[in-house]
């Protein structure tokens, strides 16, 4: 199995334009997690959906974020206009629904907003 | 509601050095216990867990950890460290039949060589 999958790697922008982040959770899993990493606040959970619905995004912390997941191998998450404040590692996460609910992480998008 | 703590945020060990990192949580009901590991610059990799049966659970690179009900606690132990251990290390509880994981603050580890 190849994991999940994130793209872009790395993502360098100017404040004020979109960012768009893509995951490909692992294949039959049917919850996805968006976490975003920083020295100052940690690890952070965004968002989790399960079977394509979102659960709870309490913690998304703008209206210019948004995510969505059109079907159970894809998932965006979306910054509308991206701040420099919004530069940190944004990592995918997927799991089953079933056992113990160990989370399988992405390699992370490392975006910097200039 | 649930949460995470984890004791020690920096953690400075000399190799061979023995290491035990706290982790307490806070929720009443049954739940299911990890530790990951994110060495640097990599994303989080699951080190082990606990969901039932034998409370001393036996993970990747002689890592262990044991589960105590009566003071919530998970620590996690390894009996002689390596350089190569060095990592930031969380702890996560996930409540039995629940969607969300919660993870600890994480404790950043380093091994003196």
């Known amino acids: 199995d190849a994991g999940v999958i994130q793209s872009p790697r790395h993502e360098v922008t100017e404040m004020g334009q979109e960012v768009t982040l893509r995951c490909k959770p692992i294949?039959?899993?049917?919850?996805l997690f968006w976490y975003r990493q920083t020295m100052m606040r940690g690890l952070e959970l965004l968002i989790y959906?399960?079977?394509?619905?979102?659960?709870?995004d309490s913690g998304m912390p703008e209206d210019r974020f948004s995510a969505k997941m059109p079907n159970a191998s894809f998932s965006t998450l979306k910054i509308q206009p991206s701040e420099p404040r919004d530069s940190a590692v944004y990592f995918c996460a997927s799991s089953l629904k079933r056992g113990p609910y160990e989370q399988y992480f992405g390699p992370g998008t490392r975006l910097t907003v200039t | 509601a649930q949460s995470v703590s984890q004791h020690n945020h920096h953690v400075i060990l000399s190799e061979a050095a023995s290491l035990e990192l706290g982790c307490n949580y806070s929720y009443g009901g049954t739940v299911n216990l990890f530790w990951y590991v994110q060495y640097p610059g990599q994303h989080l990799q699951l080190l082990l867990k606990?969901?039932?049966?034998?409370?001393l659970v036996k993970g990747i690179k002689g890592f262990e950890a044991e589960f105590i009900k009566s003071k919530f606690s998970f620590n996690l132990r390894k009996p002689s460290v390596q350089w190569s251990d060095t990592a930031e290390y969380f702890c996560?509880?996930?409540?039995?039949?629940?969607?969300?994981?919660?993870f600890g603050a994480g404790t950043r580890l380093f091994v003196k060589a």
């Open positions: 996560a509880v996930n409540e039995e039949g629940g969607f969300k994981t919660i």
């Open positions: 959906f399960n079977n394509n619905v979102p659960i709870d």
């Open positions: 294949s039959g899993h049917n919850s």
């Open positions: 606990y969901f039932s049966g034998d409370p």
